[in-house]
């Protein structure tokens, strides 16, 4: 199914170097999400996103940066990038900014600084 | 915020038996309790979700439970099958946008 997706699938890239996941969804969702899987399946919410007003986690590091053109996509801009930032990366979405909204996950991205 | 705890860490069991996977929570406003489900190198897909004011809800073989003055949740799941291995999140939330997960148990269930 395609009702979340995101590109790439994989990337791998070297340290400081600036790359972006892309992320879509195509069921009409109010509100999208990042969140980071790291090697431990520890999944961890980065940001959320509803009608331009965003929530950032705070222990989000500032290298990282959500980037909405349009309500069906939520782009994920990274700075910088540092060994740590290694990690499976899922967008989600859910139909309404409060609690009861089932979130649908996407296929995921797995990055890789070396 | 909101912390969420899950035990097992992991867990085996034989075919045909029951596993049971609980957590707790410590923000006593959360009321959305969600589990998920995830494949080895797939994404979390929702299995059950419990609202805070139902104790017990029932999807064929998958049962969760929820005690409200404990801060506790559990996910029961009966007759247990191979295709029933995977890990499993539950989570914890007062609004979707600030969804606590747990750290994940994995179930290896066993022919």
């Known amino acids: 199914d395609t009702a979340v997706s995101q590109t790439p699938k994989y990337l791998v890239t070297q340290m400081g170097n600036d790359k972006s996941i892309k992320c879509e969804q195509n069921?009409?969702?109010?509100?999208m999400y990042w969140y980071k899987q790291d090697s431990k399946k520890f999944l961890k919410i980065m940001f959320s996103?509803?009608?331009?007003?965003?929530?950032i986690n705070e222990t989000v590091p500032n290298r990282f940066s959500p980037k909405s053109p349009d309500k069906a996509h939520l782009n994920l801009h990274i700075n910088s990038l540092e060994l740590g930032d290694s990690a499976v990366y899922f967008c989600?979405?859910?139909?309404?900014?409060?609690?009861?909204?089932?979130?649908?996950f996407g296929p995921g991205t797995r990055l890789t600084v070396l | 915020g909101e912390n969420v705890e899950q035990h097992p860490s992991t867990l085996s069991v034989q075919e045909g038996d029951s596993a049971v996977i609980k957590c707790t929570y410590s923000?006593?406003?959360?009321?959305?309790f969600p589990w998920y489900k995830q494949e080895l190198g797939k994404r979390p897909q929702l299995i059950i979700d419990i609202r805070s004011n139902v104790g017990e809800k029932k999807d064929q073989r998958i049962a969760v439970t929820l005690n409200k003055t404990a801060k506790h949740f559990s996910l029961h799941i009966t007759e247990t099958q191979p295709e029933d291995s995977a890990v499993y999140f539950c989570?914890?939330?007062?609004?979707?946008?600030?969804?606590?997960f747990g750290a994940g148990t994995r179930l290896t269930v066993k022919p």
């Open positions: 989600a979405s859910s139909q309404g900014w409060g609690a009861y909204n089932e979130q649908f």
């Open positions: 923000d006593s406003a959360s009321n959305y």
């Open positions: 989570a914890a939330s007062i609004n979707n946008n600030d969804m606590r």
């Open positions: 069921l009409g969702h109010d509100t």
């Open positions: 996103y509803n009608n331009k007003e965003l929530i």
